[in-house]
C-alpha cells in the first residue's frame, strides 16, 4: 500500500514551546490529510482536515490557534503545537488519502509522541 | 453523524484459534469500512477493508464480513499467531466530495497466546 511518513518520532520539549510534526506523502499525492490525537489505550480522535492551498478544517472543540496547520504541497502537511503545555503530550497521527477505484483509502503515518515538561 | 461500536474490548485466543471481531455503524449510507491493525507506540496499519457493494472479502488469514441490512460487519482471523496480538480498530466513512473521514470504534485488544 501507500506509505505516509511522520517527523520526528519522538519530542520532548519544554512547556511554552512550539513544536512541528511533518507529514508526507512518500508515494502519491494527497490533497488532504488528516491529523489525528490518540490518548493512551483509547481510540483515534480527529483533530482536523488538512486541505492543499486552503485552509485547515477543525473539529469541534479543538483550537486552531494553538494547533496550526499548513498544507504546503501535494505531499506535505504540518502540524504545529503553539505554546505547548503538559496537557498537550499525546500520540499525533497523520493519514492521507489514496485517491483509487471505488474511492478513497486512508493510511496512516507512524505517528509522533509528543511529551512536554 | 456516524456512530460506531465495536466489540469486544479485550479478547483472548490461544495460539491457532480463530478471533472475531464485531462492529456495528449507525449511518445507512456509510459504504466503506477498513480495519487497521495498531502495534503498540505505531501508526495504525490497514489489513482489509470492504465496500458495500460486497458481502464478504478475504486475504490468507483475515476475511471481513458485511450484512448492509443489519448495519455491522466483523473481522474474522484464523488460524491465530502472537504476531497477531495488537489493538484493532474498524472504522466506517461515507465518502463525501472526494474525500473520506473516518469514523472509528474504540478498538479491541487482540492478545494471542502461545
Known amino acids: 500500500g501507500a506509505v505516509v511518513s511522520q517527523h520526528p518520532s519522538r519530542v520532548i520539549c519544554k512547556s511554552g514551546t512550539s513544536v512541528k510534526i511533518e507529514c508526507r506523502s512518500l508515494?502519491?499525492?494527497?490533497?488532504?490529510m488528516f491529523w489525528y490525537r490518540q490518548f493512551p489505550k483509547k481510540s483515534l480522535m480527529l483533530m482536523a482536515t488538512s486541505n492543499e492551498g486552503s485552509k485547515a478544517t477543525y473539529e469541534q472543540g479543538v483550537e486552531k490557534d494553538k494547533f496550526l496547520i499548513n498544507h504546503a504541497s501535494l505531499t506535505l502537511s504540518t502540524l504545529t503545537v503553539t505554546s505547548a503545555h503538559p496537557e498537550d503530550s499525546s500520540f499525533y497521527i497523520c493519514s492521507a488519502p489514496e485517491r483509487g477505484r471505488g474511492g478513497d483509502t486512508q493510511y496512516f503515518g507512524p505517528g509522533t509522541r509528543l511529551t512536554v515538561l | 453523524g456516524e456512530n460506531v461500536e465495536q466489540h469486544p474490548s479485550t479478547l483472548s485466543v490461544q495460539e491457532g484459534d480463530s478471533a472475531v471481531i464485531k462492529c456495528t455503524y449507525s449511518?445507512?449510507?456509510?459504504?466503506?469500512f477498513p480495519w487497521y491493525k495498531q502495534e503498540l507506540g505505531k501508526g495504525p496499519q490497514l489489513i482489509i477493508d470492504?465496500?458495500?457493494?460486497?458481502g464478504e472479502k478475504k486475504d490468507q488469514r483475515i476475511a471481513v464480513t458485511l450484512n448492509k441490512t443489519a448495519k455491522h460487519f466483523s473481522l474474522h482471523i484464523t488460524e491465530t499467531q502472537p504476531e497477531d496480538s495488537a489493538v484493532y480498530f474498524c472504522?466506517?466513512?461515507?465518502?463525501?466530495?472526494?474525500?473520506?473521514?473516518?469514523?472509528f470504534g474504540k478498538g479491541t485488544m487482540l492478545l494471542v497466546s502461545p
Open positions: 470492504i465496500r458495500s457493494n460486497v
Open positions: 508515494d502519491f499525492q494527497a490533497t488532504t
Open positions: 449511518d445507512s449510507a456509510s459504504n466503506y
Open positions: 472504522a466506517a466513512t461515507r465518502p463525501l466530495s472526494g474525500y473520506s473521514t473516518l469514523t
